[in-house]
């Protein structure tokens, strides 16, 4: 049969199967294979850029899985089989010929081009031409590759073309994950293509350089939960026979991962933002005990930290002159090629300045007047320190302006510092990244705050670098901290609402802080690359090319986990924040939704058909759920766990003073235990007692008092909590006290903020084998009303241990955890 006749009736299936072609004029068809036999040469330049060969080798190995067909990689300089059609690769002689040239082409951009018997596949490319290993039997030749964020559009052009002429289809980096349709003869055509990925920057964080965890960031299950490793046995079982060793199986895994990230497009601009002073504890408060870190200590600068704390300052005082002189100087090494100094934060033409992760700023009087009370409300994200942070951030900037007019200082727009600030004008040299709540999709409060910061950022000044921080952790992370399971944050369709917006607004790329699950991986790398694609389309795409005959039920479970997760509708009246083991078990995962959710979860099952169909539903069987259903299980054992209780005896007045009441006949608090259950490995107690106008605390911990941690905050340093209420829900009362006796009181549920407790607080430190802490409480101060003998109240004591000594949660009340008021014990108070 001639060729023409081949082309004829291939193109013809192609047309009826929905493949694109402008028919009002000629096209130019590129006949790859035929009754399983190459019938085209990849072609790359002679000293083909490793971007060009990892591309050539990508596209061999999936035109050799749909149509069974070796196509010969060839150089420009070997002439092609007579009666092949090419494939040029990469910019090469063949490519000059035609006058095509990698340099015309825009950061990360590429070309897909039909001429005559030829298809060209070229991009921008990084000029590295060192070897590639692609043998699957070397789990390390990912080594040999491009880094994810190396300029790589021909691997881009290719994958490109894969997808989109060839119906190729990456859907999780699993042996499961690549669906390649089969054919015996191929043909191609259409369009030309000439693009760039909408975003510049695609950042999922860790995955990118050990993408072996990548299936575990982008799981429920937390960390070390053995699911995790059934989960790898489902995704990975041929991987695990061929490498039995542990470290050869972890690599050869990065390997297959890695292929993946590169298939999703993730990576391009290079681009950080993130907490960049840290190090300057070890260079510029004291001498780090450790040798390595005591490398770095140039000299003790107290008066570079933040005034006003005890201990190690918890922030930098971001007005003082020498302070500014030392990051101005930094910055200046890092971009004249010095490198970057302990723990700070760049990369590519960006040097960050961003401050520590809490809010304890500096309180000295020139700090504290660029404070901006107004600006503070009950949003995580406000504006509280706009006007001195970015005020900071403009006093380094103008300085590395002058010197390096090309460069860019990278900010967060975060915490009490997301709003763009009222009366500091930025210097156009300083890039902003803005760390929202997407996936907080039922928080219409917390939604409106988001897009209000985004506007503001994005419409105020025009050209200003724009990045986003998105928070994909929640509710997952919340969960996870609290041991306990949410109800999964599904949530496609308020990525793709999210993502219109940020393209029309120019935002030129992203972090993910948290990544998954799959489907909300997919959607997000598809739109990260196009934001112009129907969600929906994408959606039916993925169902109907992953899960073949059980995509039917597998859709609805997805879409009816996803309505009842973001339908603010579902959650309790007046709900804000965080997902609650409340609101994922009693308003969302409740009997009759689960009962729905199993019956199509068994629907999906039954009418799997191919064995991958099965292992593809066996996998979201164990991924998400087995994480339901024991979640909701952990849930209702819980609720039919018993609180704390105890009896709290009246004593003769001591006038507020704890060192008066007679301990030894207090009401004894014991039994403490884990937040996620099982007795306390620490030695904790607590005692209780009244007199009528004052409720008197005494809390022990037999412990070396020289191990326990002052970070300067309450909240990050070791330190007893105390929670109280009327009724076992919002409106509760908080009070954290830490080893100096320092102390913070707030109030959840009321108006927010700080809770005027009256308390006197005693903490001795002076025993070498126990910390103990005394508060007194006025009775009148201590709930909403006041309290009074003969009342019973809700109260828990919680012993957090900071993070720098393992971060653990201890609990009096069982089966409770910080911000609980539903498992806080009841205290009777004797009349």
């Known amino acids: 049969m001639s060729r023409w006749w081949v082309c004829l009736a291939l193109c013809s299936v192609l047309v009826l199967q929905g493949c694109s072609g402008p028919w009002g004029r000629r096209q130019h068809v590129v006949l790859m294979a035929v009754n399983g036999q190459a019938n085209a040469a990849i072609v790359i330049a002679k000293d083909a850029t490793k971007v060009a060969k990892l591309a050539a080798m990508e596209l061999q190995r999936h035109i050799h899985r749909s149509t069974d067909a070796v196509l010969p990689i060839v150089t420009d300089d070997a002439p092609v089989e007579p009666g092949s059609d090419r494939i040029l690769v990469g910019e090469s002689g063949a490519t000059a010929a035609l006058g095509l040239k990698a340099e015309s082409l825009r950061a990360q951009e590429y070309v897909i081009r039909f001429l005559p018997r030829t298809v060209v596949l070229m991009g921008r490319d990084k000029e590295d031409r060192g070897p590639v290993t692609y043998d699957e039997a070397d789990p390390f030749r990912f080594q040999t590759w491009p880094d994810l964020f190396d300029e790589q559009g021909t691997l881009y052009a290719v994958y490109d073309f894969l997808e989109r002429f060839c119906g190729v289809r990456w859907y999780s980096p699993t042996e499961f994950g690549t669906v390649v349709p089969r054919t015996s003869s191929l043909a191609v055509f ?160 960006f040097f960050a300045l961003v401050p520590m992760d809490n809010g304890s700023w500096c309180k000295c009087d020139v700090c504290q007047a660029e404070l901006n009370e107004a600006a503070k409300n009950r949003f995580f994200s406000n504006g509280y320190a706009s006007e001195y942070i970015f005020g900071f951030a403009n006093k380094v900037a103008r300085a590395i302006r002058a010197s390096y007019p090309d460069k860019f200082l990278a900010t967060l727009a975060y915490a009490q510092y997301a709003y763009h600030p009222r009366w500091v004008r930025l210097e156009p040299n300083i890039a902003v990244q803005l760390c929202l709540h997407i996936r907080n999709i039922h928080d219409t409060a917390i939604q409106d705050n988001d897009l209000a910061i985004l506007k503001s950022w994005a419409t105020r000044e025009k ?20 041991q306990w399971h949410c109800f999964p944050g599904f949530f496609a369709h308020g990525i793709d609402r999210w993502f219109k917006l940020y393209h029309r607004y120019g935002v030129r790329g ?64 007046g709900f804000f924040g965080h997902q609650t083991k409340q609101a994922a078990w009693e308003y969302l995962g409740t009997e009759e939704r689960m009962a729905r959710f199993a019956a199509l979860m068994a629907a999906a099952k039954q009418a799997a058909a191919t064995d991958a169909d099965k292992q593809r539903v066996a996998l979201f069987e164990k991924e998400v759920w087995a994480y339901m259903t024991q979640g909701r299980e952990k849930f209702l054992a819980r609720a039919r766990a018993e609180v704390g209780r105890a009896s709290v005896p009246r004593m003769p007045d001591a006038g507020g003073e704890a060192s008066k009441i007679e301990w030894a006949k207090a009401a004894v608090l014991t039994g403490f235990t884990k937040r996620e259950g099982g007795a306390a490995d620490r030695k904790l107690e607590g005692r209780l007692a009244h007199d009528g106008s004052h409720l008197y605390v005494q809390l022990e911990e037999k412990v070396d008092p020289k191990t326990l941690v002052t970070d300067g905050v309450v909240w990050a340093s070791d330190d007893w909590e105390i929670f109280v209420a009327r009724k076992p829900k919002r409106p509760y009362r908080q009070l954290g006290v830490g080893p100096t006796g320092a102390f913070e009181a707030l109030v959840h549920g009321e108006e927010e903020g700080k809770w005027d407790s009256g308390v006197v607080v005693k903490s001795d430190t002076t025993a070498p084998d126990r910390w103990t802490t005394r508060l007194a409480f006025p009775l009148a101060m201590l709930v909403p009303g006041g309290a009074k003998p003969g009342d019973v109240l809700r109260f828990n004591i919680v012993r957090v241990v900071s993070v720098k000594g393992g971060r653990q949660v201890y609990v009096w009340s069982p089966e409770s955890n910080v911000h609980e008021p539903d498992r806080f014990g009841e205290v009777t108070l004797a009349p």
Request: with cysteine.
């Open 190 to 349: 259409g369009r030309d293509v000439r693009r760039a990925p909408a975003f510049a920057y695609r950042d999922i964080g860790w995955p990118m350089g050990m993408s072996e965890v990548y299936n575990r960031v982008s799981s429920l299950w937390p960390d070390q939960a053995p699911q995790l490793d059934e989960i790898d046995q489902l995704g990975y079982p041929e991987l695990r026979k061929r490498f039995p060793n542990r470290w050869d199986y972890i690599h050869a895994k990065r390997s297959m991962n890695r292929l993946f990230l590169h298939r999703m497009r993730l990576g391009g601009q290079k681009y950080q933002a993130n907490h960049s002073f840290y190090g300057y504890y070890a260079r510029f408060w004291e001498k780090a005990a450790d040798p390595k870190q005591a490398e770095v200590f140039v000299e003790r600068k107290p008066e570079f930290f933040a005034k006003g704390y005890e201990g190690q300052p918890p922030q930098m005082c971001y007005t003082h002159d020498a302070f500014i002189e030392q990051v101005i100087q930094d910055a200046c090494d890092y971009f004249g090629g010095k490198g970057k100094k302990a723990n700070a934060v760049a990369f590519g033409d």
């Open 463 to 482: 050209g200003r670098p724009v990045y986003l921080w998105l928070y994909y952790c929640f509710p997952q992370e919340v969960a996870t901290n609290g």
């Open 510 to 573: 992203a972090f993910f802080n948290g990544w998954g699950q799959d489907v909300e991986s997919y959607v997000t790398c598809k739109l990260l690359d196009d934001p112009t694609q129907s969600v929906d389309a994408l959606l039916n795409d993925y169902f109907s090319g992953y899960y073949g005959a059980a995509a039917g039920p597998m859709k609805q479970l997805y879409l009816a986990i996803e309505e009842t997760y973001s339908n603010p509708a579902n959650y309790p009246a």
